[in-house]
């Protein structure tokens, strides 16, 4: 996990990243500079619950949801579901981004982060 964290972090603007259940339990978590994302597990689980709320009444599961903070967007996205994997096993990635002219280019990272999550 801790490789995973690290490549998140290598992307140009991505300053925290955070694996997390979910239930919120924390898998890993990095930071570049604080505030990281280590104390917010369960936080970042009840966003992704009321974002895939908000999904299902729209017509469609969640893919990815990003939310605007003072401090900076944070991307959350769940991974795709790794093969062997109870059904009910979800992960997803976090990633506290510097700014949001940095949000295309952590988005175009994602896949492959993505794929890293699930494999982990």
């Known amino acids: 996990m801790r490789a995973l964290l690290n490549e998140a972090l290598a992307v140009p603007g991505v300053v925290a990243a955070a694996v997390v259940s979910g239930d919120g339990e924390l898998l890993g978590a990095a930071q570049h500079e604080p505030p990281g994302l280590s104390e917010a597990g369960s936080l970042l689980a009840a966003a992704l619950a009321a974002s895939g709320v908000l999904a299902e009444s729209l017509g469609g599961g969640l893919g990815q949801a990003v ?12 991974a795709p579901h ?9 992960r997803v990635l976090a990633l506290r981004l510097r700014t949001l002219a940095d949000l295309g280019r952590a988005r175009f990272e994602l896949p492959r982060l993505l794929s890293g999550v699930a494999a982990a």
Do not use: K, Q
């Open 67 to 78: 939310l605007e903070y003072r401090s900076g967007p944070l991307v959350l996205a769940v």
């Open 82 to 90: 790794a093969e062997g994997a109870p059904s009910g096993d979800v």
